[in-house]
């Protein structure tokens, strides 16, 4: 099992969508980091916004009413409270030049503010500074006097004190923008906010949108993948029928272009295949047709001779001129065969075949296994098999037939116990009219075409024959049947 599909549609479907994997994360990423951004942003300036509302109602309100003006416009997350001291270091020269500062300073014109203090993100400030009267708790809560002493009453959470919402927010956001107005009659308006709790990045609603989209551009990619890539599949499995010896029909022009091209290609081929065979068949009918009638004649006029031994041998050549006119044409006829491709149980065709030859008196044997499904023409298939044990009972006296299923393949062996044949002639033997009379029985018969014939067969079912010695004595001959394959 591989996780990396092998298919030309599995491929391109795997890679959009790693493709369209990472788009989403990059953009996701870039989309948080800027939402983050934009909330803070925003929270900054509702703050700015509240604290100059808040100068211009304590410079309307009367003193006695300031306590509860600030105790109303405090909230969860930002705490305002008068002092007489700035919660902002004014020693520092960077509270006075962030941008931050400028903006407030601005909004504040007019309203009779004195100074104008600002510090951005420094939490450890917040600890360098005395405890303010109504400054709240989770302030200053770690702040030690200089003999190591709590200034307040409270624990390190405050639990003493209340205010468990600042304890928690303290707890868990740091300090984000700490502001100090003086105002006119020298009070300070300190103001501290914390970070708005983050909005969770992953929210339902999120993933269900993101589930939802990844979902459609799969099945858009799917579609269209298959789609492009359906004429490849449809010529994959032709040219694996054609390999096979099955009749090909002409594959529809779709798909992209340079797929139409190559499908009318592969048309072109099978026509031109089919008009080579038909014209060599036809032509051989012609020589069939034209020898056998000089041969029929010279056998009516052997008749005649009166000597018996002439007549006898004229005779026996006729019946071997006639003989390898026959097999000539059995074996040039086989590529135009037209027996159509079925299926058929692979095991119980040879076992019909060896009981046959059994039956006839040959020492045959087949070895049980199991079922083998198997699509192919089964009258040649037949003939091809009969020739290769013929072969093995004619010059090894006995045939024991094997059937093993390889996965891909099936394979067919076939032992005798003859002589064996050189290594240099076992590709040989299967040349056309070949008899090695020097390496095998003398009383051979035949044309040399068996083997020829049987090894047409099986490559025109896309499989192939081999011979090779065996180490205990005899000839083996391996045959290699492939399975039809399921393409896409």
């Given at each position: ?6 298919s030309l ?9 790693l493709?369209l994997?990472?788009?989403?994360a990059i953009s ?6 800027e939402?983050?951004?934009a ?5 900054r300036a509702?703050v700015?916004?509240r ?8 410079g ?9 003006l ?6 969860p ?9 700035s ?21 504040l ?9 600002v510090?951005?993100?420094?939490p450890?400030?917040?600890?360098a500074?005395?405890r303010?009267e109504?400054?709240?708790?989770w ?9 190591g ?22 707890r ?7 502001i ?5 009659d ?5 103001a ?10 992953w929210?339902?609603?999120?993933l269900?949108w993101?589930?939802l989209m990844?979902?459609?551009?799969t ?8 789609r492009i890539?359906?004429p490849?599949r449809?010529?994959?499995?032709a ?30 081929m099978?026509e031109?295949l089919h ?5 060599r068949?036809r ?9 056998r009638?000089?041969i ?8 005649f001779?009166?000597?018996p ?6 005779l ?10 026959e097999?000539?044409?059995a074996?040039?006829r086989?590529d ?11 095991q119980?065709?040879i ?11 040959q ?12 699509q ?6 037949k003939r091809?098999l009969?020739?290769v ?5 004619a ?7 094997a059937?093993?299923d390889l996965g ?14 050189p290594?240099?002639?076992l ?7 070949l008899r090695l009379?020097?390496?095998r029985?003398?009383?051979t018969?035949?044309?040399?075409l068996g083997?020829a014939?049987a090894r ?14 065996r180490?205990g004595?005899g000839?083996?001959a ?5 399975k039809?394959?399921?393409v896409?």
């Amino acid at each position: 099992m591989r996780p990396w599909p092998r298919s030309l549609a599995g491929q391109t479907i795997a890679l959009l969508l790693l493709a369209l994997v990472a788009v989403q994360a990059i953009s996701l990423y870039l989309f948080l980091d800027e939402r983050r951004h934009a909330v803070r942003a925003a929270d900054r300036a509702q703050v700015l916004s509240r604290t100059v509302s808040m100068v211009r109602l304590l410079g309307e309100t009367p003193p006695e009413l300031s306590r509860r003006l600030i105790e109303t416009a405090s909230g969860p997350r930002l705490r305002y409270w008068l002092a007489g001291a700035s919660a902002v270091d004014p020693e520092d020269t960077a509270h006075r030049n962030n941008p931050l500062r400028a903006r407030l300073a601005d909004r504040l014109r007019g309203t009779g503010a004195r100074e104008v203090l600002v510090e951005v993100d420094n939490p450890s400030f917040r600890y360098a500074v005395k405890r303010q009267e109504g400054m709240p708790r989770w302030w200053h809560h770690e702040h030690r006097d200089d003999d190591g002493h709590d200034d307040d009453e409270e624990n390190e959470f405050g639990e003493r004190h209340g205010e468990p919402e600042w304890r928690d927010h303290r707890r868990r956001f740091p300090l984000s923008l700490t502001i100090a107005v003086q105002l006119q009659d020298g009070r300070w308006l300190n103001a501290a906010t914390l970070l708005p709790p983050p909005a969770p990045a992953w929210a339902w609603h999120t993933l269900t949108w993101l589930g939802l989209m990844a979902v459609a551009v799969t099945l858009i990619v799917v579609l269209s993948v298959r789609r492009i890539t359906r004429p490849m599949r449809a010529l994959a499995g032709a040219a694996e029928r054609l390999g096979r010896g099955e009749d090909v029909p002409p594959l529809p022009d779709e798909g992209p272009d340079d797929v139409r091209q190559t499908t009318q290609a592969f048309n072109e081929m099978v026509e031109r295949l089919h008009r080579f065979v038909r014209d060599r068949t036809r032509m051989l009918a012609a020589i069939s047709h034209d020898l056998r009638t000089p041969i029929t004649s010279l056998r009516l006029r052997a008749e005649f001779v009166e000597d018996p031994e002439v007549r006898e041998k004229i005779l026996e050549t006729l019946a071997e001129m006639q003989e390898m006119v026959e097999a000539v044409l059995a074996f040039v006829r086989e590529d135009a065969a037209r027996e159509d491709s079925r299926p058929v149980e692979l095991q119980a065709l040879i076992a019909s075949l060896c009981d046959d030859l059994a039956d006839g008196g040959q020492d045959v044997a087949l070895a049980e296994s199991g079922k083998a499904p198997y699509q192919c023409r089964p009258v040649a298939l037949k003939r091809a098999l009969n020739n290769v044990i013929a072969n093995a009972l004619a010059y090894g006296a006995r045939a024991r037939v094997a059937l093993a299923d390889l996965g891909q393949s099936y394979e067919i062996t076939v032992d005798d116990d003859g002589p064996g044949i050189p290594e240099a002639d076992l590709e040989r033997v299967f040349e056309p009219f070949l008899r090695l009379e020097v390496s095998r029985s003398r009383e051979t018969g035949g044309t040399g075409l068996g083997l020829a014939i049987a090894r047409s067969i099986f490559r025109g079912h896309g499989g192939d024959i081999a011979l090779s010695n065996r180490a205990g004595g005899g000839l083996r001959a391996t045959i290699l049947l492939p399975k039809s394959r399921q393409v896409g």
